[in-house]
């Protein structure tokens, strides 16, 4: 079975201050992971995925086999960064995508 | 980017009513998803679809019946509504690994 955990619900940071968003997997075989991000009562838009090592508005996130983790990063955050921020998975071969709960990211100015 | 649309955008029905969500997209994807969002559980897998005619039962489908008689339409039908299913719903399309595109979602109350 595969797992996606975000073990923060809430995340407040101040303006310009670094952020790092939690997220680590189960999954027996090799996965695939995205971010997707979810502005105010906006749809899903996907951030990043890790086999395309992009960098979208200053996020980052790298796949750690040995510790099954992709925490998303970014190192100065913007009051525009305020949104919904979920880790999702996918098996080999054509699967589903399992998401973790989310991690509501607030920046304050 | 009207490429995957849902409708309605905000539905208020009553106990035991049916009701069909819509989700309609202009990309021929093969795969089309449909996800229950709640506050405390994330994003949850209602259905999904490899193709036209061909569905299959995700994390949570009771209460729901799904059907895909064309590859652009991808309907949700809750055969008698309950108040555990206020939910937004989200509908999604794919064509490969590479991620989701997401509907706007529907509110959906049940009172």
Same mark, same amino acid.
């Given at each position: 079975?595969?797992?996606?955990?975000?073990?923060?619900?809430?995340?407040?940071?101040?303006?310009?201050?670094?952020?790092?968003?939690?997220?680590?997997?189960?999954?027996?075989?090799?996965?695939?992971?995205?971010?997707?991000?979810?502005?105010?009562?906006?749809?899903?838009?996907?951030?990043?995925?890790?086999?395309?090592?992009?960098?979208?508005?200053?996020?980052?996130?790298?796949?750690?086999?040995?510790?099954?983790?992709?925490?998303?990063?970014?190192?100065?955050?913007?009051?525009?960064?305020?949104?919904?921020?979920?880790?999702?998975?996918?098996?080999?071969?054509?699967?589903?995508?399992?998401?973790?709960?989310?991690?509501?990211?607030?920046?304050?100015? | 980017?009207?490429?995957?649309?849902?409708?309605?955008?905000?539905?208020?029905?009553?106990?035991?009513?049916?009701?069909?969500?819509?989700?309609?997209?202009?990309?021929?994807?093969?795969?089309?998803?449909?996800?229950?969002?709640?506050?405390?559980?994330?994003?949850?897998?209602?259905?999904? $679809?490899?193709?036209? !005619?061909?569905?299959?039962? &995700?994390?949570?489908?009771?209460?729901? @019946? =799904?059907?895909?008689?064309?590859?652009?339409?991808?309907?949700?039908?809750?055969?008698?509504?309950?108040?555990?299913?206020?939910?937004?719903?989200?509908?999604?399309? $794919?064509?490969?690994? !590479?991620?989701?595109?997401? &509907?706007?979602?529907?509110?959906?109350? @049940? =009172?």
């Amino acid at each position: 079975a595969q797992r996606v955990t975000q073990p923060e619900k809430l995340l407040s940071v101040f303006k310009g201050a670094p952020v790092e968003l939690k997220c680590n997997y189960s999954y027996s075989g090799s996965p695939e992971l995205f971010w997707y991000v979810q502005y105010s009562r906006q749809r899903l838009q996907l951030l990043l995925r890790h086999i395309s090592r992009e960098s979208i508005k200053g996020f980052t996130a790298d796949l750690n086999k040995g510790e099954t983790s992709f925490h998303l990063k970014k190192p100065f955050a913007q009051e525009e960064d305020s949104a919904m921020y979920y880790c999702a998975l996918s098996g080999q071969g054509y699967s589903t995508l399992t998401f973790g709960k989310g991690t509501m990211l607030l920046v304050s100015p | 980017d009207a490429g995957i649309t849902q409708s309605p955008r905000y539905k208020i029905t009553e106990t035991g009513r049916q009701v069909t969500l819509m989700c309609h997209q202009t990309w021929s994807h093969s795969y089309m998803f449909w996800y229950r969002q709640d506050l405390g559980h994330g994003l949850r897998l209602i259905y999904y $679809s490899a193709a036209a !005619d061909i569905t299959d039962k &995700g994390e949570v489908p009771d209460g729901y @019946v =799904v059907s895909r008689s064309k590859t652009e339409n991808f309907p949700l039908t809750l055969e008698s509504a309950t108040r555990s299913q206020t939910s937004v719903y989200f509908c999604a399309s $794919s064509d490969d690994r !590479d991620g989701y595109t997401f &509907g706007s979602g529907t509110r959906l109350t @049940v =009172v």
